[in-house]
Every structure is written in structure tokens, then in C-alpha cells.
């Protein structure tokens, strides 16, 4: 089944301890990406990228740190965490580019406390 | 600040009416899509309309575009109570040399009542 997954679905940790939430996609699409929504704000796009060892920030970047490796996963690292980025966390894919139909995976609940 | 706003934020309606949103964004695009979101889950893609078409429909959906007025509007026609769910546009940014980003606009929240 072609799809998106995220690991983990739920986290709730501590300030300052770091912390990765993975992301790999079946589909062999070149374009990923990261989000993060909050009430009132919607969906804010974190980081991209369009083929494996190219990144770019979106437009929430601070914080956060990404690598592509590997065309399939996507992981999303957080150095330090803080209360400020506990958020819902989607990763997304899709063929080529940001204008394709993106496919999300299912969220990440993060608590920072 | 966002590419993407959508209107009405919420929208209440009885089973069997029509719902019509709206989406309006800043700058050229290649493509506008439509996804939607039950209720703290994964997006999921409705419909793509390029910036070249000005009317898609897929089902009971029906999209148009607007280059001129950078507007779009999604009409689900005979809503049912599982269309309850929040709606957004997306928009990516034409032309530009980044071709990368996209923007989500901060939704419209459905609910259709049985």
C-alpha cells in the first residue's frame, strides 16, 4: 500500500531533550516535506526537500533540523526542544514538486513540556 | 503572511445542502489544490486545478479559479454528514526559483448536520 508513516504518532518529552521524528514514504517520490499545525494558524510548512542531500527551509524553520539521506525518509530533528514547538507534525511527499498532490502521513501529537 | 485564506473559518449546514468555500492567495501560481482534514488526522488531496483551467469537478466536488481575482472556491454539492471534516487550499508559488514551497491557507471548518 502506497503510503506516508510517522514515528512516533504520539510523544510527550521534556525541554531541551532531543528528539527525532521519522518519516518515510513508499511511493519513490522525490519531493518531502514537513509541517506543523496549530490552532488558528493552519498548516505551516518547516523544511522541504526536493531529492535526497537537498533541503531548504520552509517557512518555520527555527528550531529544527532535517537530512535526507535516503530519498525514502525524511526525519525530522528537534536539538532542543521547547513548549513552543509542541504542535500536530505532518510529513508529506509527493512525485516531484510542492505544486504535485502532496501525500500526507498520519501526524505527530508532540509535547514539549 | 499566508498565500492562502480561506472563508467562511466555519460553515454549518444541514445534510443535503450545498457548502461553498473560498480561497484567495497573493501571487501567481502553477497549481491551487483542495485537501481535506477529519478531525486531527493526515490531510487528504481532493482536487488539483492548474492555473490554466478554471473549472474541475470531481464527484459532488466542484472547483473553480479565478486567475484575475487570485480566488478559488470549492462547492460540495448534496453534503452528507462524513463531509463534516476542516477544508483547505494550497497554493505554491509561480515563476518563482524556488519551487519547493507550499502554502496552506488556515481552513474551513464544515460541519454538516444529519
Known amino acids: 500500500e502506497a503510503q506516508v508513516t510517522q514515528n512516533p504518532r504520539y510523544l510527550i518529552t521534556v525541554t531541551g531533550k532531543k528528539l527525532t521524528v521519522t518519516c518515510s514514504q513508499n511511493m519513490n517520490h522525490e519531493y518531502m516535506s514537513w509541517y506543523r499545525q496549530d490552532p488558528g494558524l493552519g498548516l505551516r510548512q518547516i523544511y522541504y526537500s526536493m531529492n535526497v542531500e537537498v533541503t531548504d527551509k520552509g517557512d518555520v524553520p527555527e528550531g529544527y533540523k532535517v537530512s535526507r539521506k535516503e530519498k525514502r525518509n525524511f526525519p525530522l530533528i528537534l536539538e532542543s526542544p521547547s513548549p513552543n514547538q509542541t504542535s500536530l507534525y505532518f510529513c508529506?511527499?509527493?512525485?516531484?514538486?510542492?505544486?504535485?498532490?502532496?501525500?500526507f502521513g498520519p501526524g505527530t501529537r508532540l509535547t514539549v513540556l | 503572511s499566508q498565500q492562502g485564506e480561506e472563508d467562511p473559518q466555519a460553515l454549518s449546514i444541514q445534510e443535503g445542502e450545498n457548502a461553498t468555500m473560498n480561497c484567495s492567495y497573493k501571487t501567481s501560481i502553477n497549481n491551487l489544490q483542495w485537501y481535506r482534514q477529519n478531525s486531527g488526522r493526515g490531510l487528504v488531496h481532493l482536487i488539483l486545478?492548474?492555473?490554466?483551467?478554471r473549472e474541475k469537478h470531481s464527484g459532488r466536488l466542484r472547483v473553480t479559479l479565478d486567475t484575475s481575482k487570485k480566488s478559488s472556491s470549492l462547492l460540495i454539492t448534496a453534503s452528507r454528514a462524513a463531509d463534516t471534516a476542516s477544508y483547505f487550499c494550497?497554493?505554491?508559488?509561480?515563476?518563482?526559483?524556488?519551487?519547493?514551497?507550499?502554502?496552506f491557507g488556515q481552513g474551513t471548518t464544515l460541519q454538516v448536520k444529519p
Open positions: 494550497a497554493t505554491d508559488a509561480r515563476g518563482s526559483s524556488n519551487t519547493g514551497k507550499l502554502i
Open positions: 508529506a511527499s509527493s512525485y516531484g514538486l510542492a505544486a504535485d498532490t502532496q501525500y
Open positions: 486545478i492548474r492555473s490554466n483551467e
